[in-house]
């Protein structure tokens, strides 16, 4: 029989917003549907409405803070158990999840205080440590790339809100904010080294579009989805996203005295050096990996997939799409 007894220890965090209200219907059904048994507590954090599901034990955390990393704090001081598992509005399950997995997870980190997480993303490293010591996953160095990111992950509660105390965009969060994982070597993340590790599919596959993307759908994942599932969705509300011709999320400036007065806003004059020897590491992996730290991260992310779709060889992609 699995164990259930993490179900009162894991709070399921589900980060939305007021704009995004058209995807919860899916979202929950396949979520009902595909995750059982449940955490004892669903959260979902938005600004003002409220939504209910039949069967879920389902509250609306609210927030109208102007910056994304403030909503973020804001949610998890509604968070009551010792860990978070954290997913986005278009993270639609697909088959079944693996609850044994997550039970083991939760009984990983109850045994290593130093574990902040375990996450659902292959990310790349400029070194393996501890491959397979927990079964299908590895641990990220100090200060790796993308070692915070928004894939589904089991965060410890408490860890998780102090790497969101500042007023950052999840970009920023993402592409500048990994060097706060430097200043505290002791802790530990882990990712998992194959898709097949995953103890939950949402359908991200090496940087393969999914879900929502700029505030469209993407046609080639939710129409034949939602057909398999029985889910009616009005499309033509927000349409469907022209992935060959999408703007960029991220304004590329080629100005380093820009770059460092974000970090600066972001993280504080203190990690302006760290910040630096942090961006040097990275291009010392881009250099090696043949990819560019500093370009437009969704750019980044269709240059490799073509390379991936050109060369038929696994590429290795950073977390955020949408």
Not at 193 to 198: C, F, H, L, Q
Not at 236 to 259: C, H, Q, T, V, Y
Not at 264 to 285: H, I, K
Request: include cysteine.
């Amino acid at each position: 029989m699995t164990d259930t007894s993490w179900q009162n220890r894991v709070t399921l965090l589900v980060n939305s917003c007021d704009a995004y209200a058209d995807l919860w219907q899916p979202f929950f059904t396949l979520l009902k549907r595909y995750f059982v048994p449940l955490p004892a507590e669903i959260l979902l954090n938005t600004e003002t409405k409220d939504f209910a599901f039949d069967g879920l034990n389902l509250r609306c955390v609210h927030s109208t803070a102007p910056t994304y990393g403030e909503r973020m704090t804001d949610a998890l001081r509604e968070v009551k158990t010792e860990y978070t598992l954290l997913l986005l509005d278009d993270f639609f399950l697909r088959r079944p999840v693996d609850i044994a997995r997550l039970a083991d997870i939760v009984r990983w980190m109850d045994a290593d205080r130093d574990i902040v997480y375990f996450n659902s993303d292959v990310t790349a490293a400029v070194c393996d440590l501890e491959v397979d010591r927990y079964p299908g996953y590895r641990r990220l160095p100090a200060g790796n790339r993308y070692t915070l990111n928004l894939q589904a992950a089991v965060w410890r509660t408490a860890k998780f809100a102090a790497y969101w105390q500042h007023k950052v965009s999840p970009w920023d969060w993402e592409e500048r904010c990994n060097v706060l994982t430097a200043a505290h070597p002791r802790d530990k993340f882990y990712c998992v080294t194959r898709e097949d590790a995953r103890f939950l599919d949402y359908g991200y596959h090496g940087g393969q579009w999914m879900g929502i993307c700029h505030g469209q759908w993407v046609e080639s994942d939710v129409v034949p989805l939602f057909e398999k599932e029985g889910i009616e969705v009005d499309f033509s509300k927000r349409g469907f996203i022209d992935l060959e011709n999408r703007p960029a999320s991220l304004n590329k400036s080629a100005d380093r005295a820009e770059r460092y007065a974000r970090v600066r806003a972001c993280l504080g004059t203190a990690y302006l050096l760290p910040y630096f020897v942090f961006c040097r590491r990275c291009n010392l992996y881009s250099k090696r990996n043949h990819c560019a730290v500093d370009e437009d991260y969704f750019h980044y992310l269709q240059r490799k997939a073509d390379l991936q779709n050109k060369t038929g060889k696994k590429i290795w992609f950073g977390p955020m799409q949408r």
